[in-house]
């Protein structure tokens, strides 16, 4: 593998990974990288069969050292860059408001599926849809924010509307937008905290492959019964 952990990455993969990195400190980021690998050593064969392979475990490293290595210099240079808290609680709001959004949803399917008649199948449709476009795992603030206006936008429709009300649609609009409202002040404090123009990007790889990591975790422990993978690999160190 190549020692530059960026080598093979297009430019629009570069730029989502700058804007991930950006907001988190590279000393957390690195300390993560190292709590990530030391329990991969431990569990990197049941997540393999999850979706996080050796290769990914590999990269993770490459990506560890090449951070660690610009973080010498930074330190000389400018200083360290810092865990920016404000985002982390951002993302954490955006996440349990999509996810009360997509239960609301979820639940208003199942409802309609087992007792809706073909007046129905319109609603069910665009839920379904809904539900499938909104489903991808983490993000950037970017991408929760997209969900959320989309979720929103989908509760308010009047046929769903009417259905959502008495079964906690309002409240998750209600929880949708304050989480939309503070991931736009987010987005507009957003400025890049290197001068380098690699190493958010490196610290956006180590971010995303440790949550994929954790997701690979959260599915090996269910699977097998063992709370003890899921909590290794939790990310407590990014902020």
Do not use: W
Not at 2 to 20: C, K, N, Q, W, Y
Not at 27 to 50: S, Y
Not at 87 to 103: F, H
Not at 142 to 152: P, S
């Amino acid at each position: 593998m190549s020692l530059d952990p960026l080598a093979s990455m297009s430019e629009t993969g570069r730029a989502f990974l700058a804007r991930i990195g950006r907001r988190f400190g590279t000393e957390e980021v690195l300390a993560q990288a190292g709590q990530t690998l030391a329990a991969h050593g431990r569990f990197g064969d049941q997540l393999r069969l999850h979706g996080f392979s050796n290769d990914d475990a590999k990269l993770l490293a490459a990506a560890r050292e090449a951070a660690a290595a610009r973080n010498k210099t930074s330190r000389a240079r400018a200083g360290l860059k810092v865990t920016d808290s404000t985002y982390v609680l951002g993302l954490t709001e955006a996440k349990n408001a999509r996810a009360r959004a997509r239960s609301v949803l979820s639940s208003t399917y199942r409802r309609l599926r087992a007792t809706g008649g073909p007046d129905t199948q319109d609603v069910m449709t665009v839920i379904k849809q809904v539900l499938t476009q909104t489903s991808q795992p983490g993000g950037d603030d970017q991408i929760y924010a997209k969900d959320l206006e989309l979720l929103i936008e989908t509760l308010g429709e009047p046929e769903i509307q009417a259905v959502v009300s008495n079964s906690g649609g309002d409240e998750a609009v209600a929880k949708a937008s304050a989480a939309l409202a503070s991931l736009r002040r987010l987005e507009s404090q957003s400025t890049p905290c290197s001068d380098d123009p690699n190493a958010d990007a490196i610290d956006g790889l180590i971010v995303e492959l440790a949550r994929t990591a954790q997701f690979a975790a959260q599915a090996a422990a269910k699977e097998a019964g063992n709370r003890t993978i899921a909590m290794d690999f939790r990310l407590r160190l990014l902020g």
